[in-house]
């Protein structure tokens, strides 16, 4: 049973860097059967898919994002991140670290989901 | 971007009853559709993929069809536990994109 933990700060200023990180069990990003998601919510609204990577170095952003998001791996750690710059009041949000199946794509695990506020 | 619209946008059942939520695609997305349930404060759960296919320890309660634009999440026999917001999302290209979510209460 895979499991999958956000972890990172829970406030972060204007005009900054995000940083998360996804720790993965039960299942190895280098086996490469998977790819490695982040999704976020603002409060009281749906779910903004971020991005995906896989350990083949396959990357996908959001183009509405894509300009300030890096999603990267580590597979010795088993660990993915990912980086929001330049940050503002609406990207505070829960953000969820999320498995793919990479052969049919579809999303079979989530995080738990970790806050983030943007704020001074 | 695909977009992708849910119907109804809130849901009003008693215990017991059967519901159908809808979900229709800006376009063609094939079968690659996912349906996700997410209880108040908690983590979406993955229920259905390939828009019809159970995943793995989901009740056959959860039912799901469709291909092409359009696309249903049945839920059977509603109990208390059922009570969440669903959410449908396509993959079938970049960025996977989310519907708008349909928060199902209890009449």
């Known amino acids: 049973q895979v499991q999958l933990q956000e972890s990172g700060p829970g406030l972060v200023k204007p005009s900054q860097t995000l940083s998360l990180t996804c720790t993965v069990s039960g299942d190895f990003i280098s086996i490469g059967t998977h790819y490695w998601s982040w999704i976020r919510q603002s409060a009281g609204k749906g779910l903004e898919w971020i991005g995906r990577i896989d350990a083949r170095g396959g990357i996908n952003y959001n183009p509405s994002l894509k300009s300030r998001v890096t999603i990267s791996v580590d597979t010795s750690k088993n660990q993915f991140s990912l980086k929001l710059t330049s940050v503002t009041a609406a990207d505070t949000a829960v953000f969820f670290c999320?498995?793919?199946?990479?052969?049919?794509?579809?999303?079979?695990?989530w995080g738990q989901g970790t806050p983030v506020t943007v704020s001074s | 971007d695909i977009q992708m619209t849910q119907s109804p946008s809130s849901l009003s059942a008693s215990v017991g009853d059967r519901v159908t939520i809808t979900c229709r695609a800006s376009?063609?997305?094939?079968?690659?559709l996912a349906w996700f349930q997410q209880r108040p404060g908690k983590a979406p759960k993955s229920l259905i993929y390939a828009a019809s296919s159970l995943q793995s320890g989901v009740p056959s309660k959860f039912s799901g069809s469709g291909s092409g634009t359009d696309f249903t999440l049945t839920i059977s026999s509603l109990q208390p536990e059922d009570f969440a917001t669903y959410y449908c999302?396509?993959?079938?290209?970049?960025?996977?994109?989310f519907g708008q979510g349909t928060k199902l209460d209890i009449k």
């Open positions: 999302q396509q993959y079938n290209s970049y960025p996977h994109t």
């Open positions: 999320a498995r793919g199946n990479y052969f049919r794509g579809y999303i079979d695990s």
């Open positions: 376009q063609d997305v094939s079968n690659h």
